[in-house]
């Protein structure tokens, strides 16, 4: 439901497992995940694009730009079965940083409603009557240079919050159509 530092070798246990079940594609449930650390999104990208390449960069007014490259993992993990993403307006963040890149990269289908708009890197302050104070520090971008969009993700597919179920079938048609050869 959400992703933290111990997301990627979760993902690894889970990625093995499906492996030796040799799967035709793969579905990735993001929606209501509000993200976490950038760089849980970097090391769960290592295992569906190219190793060794930049994977986004954030750069802010007064903060010099930092690059993100997807981590070099042994190619036993590297998996190019044929993806779907599901989003809704509850993914943020990380997930929504995973999800844009790779519908950016036409890695995956991304299927649901527009995603919630947060790719950004903050500073926390708790204050001291008990609130809290979240600064953009700074802003995310492609390898290409287009800054990730404020207003979120748009899906490949939208599809209202009331369809739900429905999502979970529409991304399995894709993916059987996918192995069929028929798209």
Do not use: C
């Not at 979760?10 to 995940?33: E, H, T, W």
């Amino acid at each position: 439901k959400r992703w933290n530092q111990g997301t990627p070798e979760d993902m690894s246990r889970l990625m093995i497992d499906l492996a030796s079940r040799n799967p035709k594609g793969l579905v990735v449930d993001l929606r209501g995940n509000p993200g976490g650390p950038p760089l849980a999104a970097r090391a769960i990208s290592a295992f569906f694009l190219p190793n060794g390449e930049q994977l986004v960069y954030f750069e802010g007014r007064h903060r010099p730009r930092a690059d993100l490259d997807i981590p070099v993992i042994p190619p036993e993990f590297h998996y190019d079965w044929p993806m779907v993403i599901l989003v809704d307006k509850g993914t943020a963040s990380a997930s929504e940083l995973f999800s844009g890149v790779m519908q950016n990269r036409k890695r995956a289908l991304v299927i649901g409603e527009k995603t919630a708009g947060q790719i950004l890197l903050k500073s926390v302050y708790d204050l001291s009557d008990g609130s809290t104070l979240a600064l953009m520090t700074a802003r995310g971008y492609f390898p290409d240079g287009r800054a990730f969009p404020f207003e979120g993700i748009i899906p490949d597919e939208q599809a209202p919050a009331d369809q739900n179920a429905d999502l979970v079938t529409r991304a399995s048609e894709y993916l059987f159509l996918k192995a069929e050869g028929k798209i």
